[in-house]
């Protein structure tokens, strides 16, 4: 329970996720309104999100809400999963892959129903840290203070000795508001500045002050990735 920990986001930290568009063409394509598949799915992505549909129901949901056919649904899917994964942070993954044995090291993600399996296969996260939590799994979304502490139960460590990395700041004050320390992921060097302080028990790095923490929350996607 005393070990010093690091815990991280996914989506804007540990991939790189750029938004592709992908919901605009299909919009152009179907002659809907801007905003009318995020109308039209929002329940749908909040279901995904907290494990409360399955991705069978959500190919089922789609063809429906939409009018896709089965071909279509597909390359629909396609879509949203290429946005969702972005591509790998090699950089800042190399540096956590060599933290194992320094720290215990976890990841905390809000993701969709499928994502473990996608991203097992594709980035290995499994191998990287020790515990996964996934908000479709435990049914719980960050910035709920819920998921702060699922997240340090998973790795039996106390949340002080935490420090949690994420690319939202409503989920950095959230962390620190569950009691443990936080950094707002901005880019890897000042990230990777703030967990060699955090491992050298150094609560603040010279010259790094609280405020720098926190920045502007990212802009939601389809399916929400915060």
């Known amino acids: 329970m005393t070990a010093t920990c690091v815990i991280l986001d996914i989506g804007g930290v540990l991939e790189i996720t750029p938004e592709t568009g992908w919901v605009q063409r299909w919009e152009e394509r179907l002659e809907l309104p801007l905003g009318t598949v995020d109308e039209r799915m929002h329940d749908v992505w909040r279901a995904g999100s907290v494990g409360s549909i399955s991705e069978r129901e959500v190919h089922e949901q789609v063809a429906a809400r939409l009018g896709l056919d089965a071909p279509q649904v597909e390359a629909f899917m396609a879509g949203l999963w290429a946005e969702y994964l972005g591509t790998p942070n090699e950089e800042f993954m190399d540096y956590v892959r060599g933290l194992r044995g320094s720290c215990r090291l976890g990841i905390l993600s809000n993701s969709f129903v499928g994502a473990r399996e996608r991203e097992t296969t594709l980035y290995h996260f499994d ?4 515990q996964i939590v996934y908000s479709h799994e435990i049914g719980i979304e960050k910035p709920d203070l819920r998921a702060f502490e699922a997240a340090c139960a998973s790795l039996d460590v106390r949340p002080e000795n935490c420090l949690f990395i994420d690319d939202v700041a409503v989920n950095v004050e959230a962390a620190r508001t569950a009691g443990m320390q936080a950094h707002l992921f901005e880019d890897n060097a000042r990230t990777i500045t703030r967990i060699a302080a955090h491992l050298d028990a150094s ?4 010259g790094v002050s609280r405020s720098d923490d926190v920045g ?7 399916p929400a990735r915060r």
């Not at 502007?216 to 389809?222: D, I, K, N, S, Y």
């Open 127 to 130: 191998e990287l840290v020790e």
């Open 216 to 222: 502007l929350a990212g802009l939601q996607r389809l």
């Open 203 to 206: 609560p603040w790095p010279q």
